[in-house]
């Protein structure tokens, strides 16, 4: 069974740091594309970030420079290194894997999400 | 960026009606354009990848079509387990961006 989750949000002053993670299971980790999506409180969604199994990353330009994709295929976990922190940094992080037997696409399955909340 | 303006914002319907939702995009797209589903509280989830694809799970009731720069999610007897929020989205370039949802609430 496949599996996602977040944990590592949290409740961060503007200008922090913080690490998300992101733990999967009941698939190849090391050969799929990840994805990092937020969704600030009562908005719609936000692709943020997304990693391919060779290393390449994109970012949304409004994180760039502040935020880390990366992977760790031996232990089958997804990060997103955030800092610089903002007010409107504050959404639910998912985590999203490809499609994969689902069928093409970025977003085939997701996590259930982390809280980050940035306020002083 | 590539703009996804979805219509209508909201919409009331009755459980046995059909709904329609259209997805406009301010440049082409090819056929990266999916349509997800995501309930108070919880997760998104996709329902059709590839413009027409259901993914599978999904009820045959949901259906996707369009092309190019305008797509359209259509879901036929709606059922009381599809009050939620929809959301497209294209793949084609970066940034990915996501239409910005469409409410289907109960008349």
């Known amino acids: 069974e496949v599996q996602l989750v977040e944990i590592g949000g949290g409740l961060i002053q503007p200008g922090g740091s913080l690490r998300l993670s992101c733990a999967a299971s009941g698939f190849s980790f090391s050969s799929q594309y990840l994805s990092w999506v937020r969704q600030a409180p009562g908005k719609g969604l936000e692709w943020v970030s997304v990693?391919?199994?060779?290393?390449?990353?994109h970012y949304v330009d409004s994180v760039k420079g502040r935020f880390t994709i990366s992977r760790d295929n031996s232990k089958n976990i997804l990060y997103l290194q955030m800092n610089s922190l903002r007010v409107e940094d504050t959404a639910m992080y998912y985590c999203?894997?490809?499609?994969?037997?689902?069928?093409?696409?970025?977003?085939?399955?997701w996590g259930q999400g982390t809280l980050v909340t940035v306020s002083s | 960026d590539n703009q996804m303006t979805q219509s209508p914002s909201s919409l009331s319907a009755s459980v046995g009606d059909r709904v329609t939702i259209t997805c406009r995009a301010s440049q082409g797209v090819r056929n990266d354009l999916d349509w997800f589903q995501q309930k108070p509280g919880k997760a998104p989830k996709r329902l059709i990848y590839a413009v027409s694809n259901l993914q599978s799970g999904v009820p045959s009731r949901f259906s996707g079509s369009g092309s190019g720069t305008e797509f359209t999610l259509t879901i036929t007897d709606l059922q009381p387990d599809d009050f939620a929020t929809y959301y497209c989205l294209q793949h084609n370039g970066y940034p990915w961006t996501f239409g910005q949802g469409t409410k289907v609430e109960i008349k």
């Open positions: 990693i391919y199994k060779v290393g390449t990353t």
């Open positions: 999203a894997k490809e499609g994969d037997y689902l069928g093409p696409g970025p977003f085939g399955f």
